[in-house]
């Protein structure tokens, strides 16, 4: 790990892009529905939409992917950007770390519209990793949404904000409901590294 800067780990979809938003109108025209039906309380795969019959998630990813470029045209979660500007002009290092490669024969269009996005938005980054495994990039503090990949960097020791929906309830905190919320626990996080007393998020 680069310990000459404080490395903050950020998941997109759900923490700094508003994914599920993004994927419940899509799935409004891929299911037929109207919108009004399609609950925001939401498991992780969006089985509340009744999507299985329709072919599952991973069918329904791909269609707004190659087809609704979603990585694109998602709108940001409000303040994300800015509070990641806020953030990186204080010296923290924004690491984005994502699990956006799991289908294949997409990844291409995956990569270019991520990067796009980010540019478009002017969010700061100084790493970019598509990966599933987390915890292997490091970061001093990371931030996610989706239960299991929690639990997963939680088993390492990392240090993890859950960033709250529907899908995490269930989790233990440190929790943020907002990107101030974000702003405050990151900071708190960096004067902990700074004085050495980083662990106090640890969470099993």
Not at 134 to 161: F, M, Q, S, W
Request: proline residues 3%; contains cysteine; glycine residues 8%.
């Amino acid at each position: 790990m680069d310990n000459s800067s404080f490395i903050f780990g950020v998941d997109l979809d759900g923490v700094v892009g508003d994914f599920y938003g993004a994927i419940r109108n899509i799935a409004s025209e891929w299911l037929n529905k109207p919108l009004d039906v399609l609950t925001t309380e939401v498991s992780y795969g969006l089985k509340e939409w009744g999507i299985d019959e329709f072919g599952g998630y991973d069918r329904l990813h791909r269609f707004a992917v190659t087809q609704r470029n979603i990585f694109r045209d998602m709108v940001p979660i409000e303040n994300a950007p800015a509070i990641l500007r806020k953030l990186s002009n204080q010296g923290i290092r924004v690491r984005i770390i994502t699990y956006r490669l799991f289908l294949k024969y997409s990844h291409r269009s995956t990569i270019t519209q991520t990067v796009d996005w980010l540019d478009n938005f002017d969010i700061p980054y100084w790493d970019i990793c598509f990966m599933n495994d987390k915890g292997a990039v490091g970061a001093h503090v990371y931030i996610d949404d989706a239960p299991e990949n929690i639990k997963n960097l939680r088993k390492l020791g990392c240090n993890t904000i859950v960033f709250n929906n529907s899908t995490n309830r269930e989790l233990p905190g440190p929790r943020a409901n907002n990107w101030f919320d974000v702003e405050h626990l990151v900071m708190d996080a960096r004067e902990d590294w700074l004085t050495g007393t980083m662990g106090l998020f640890n969470t099993k």
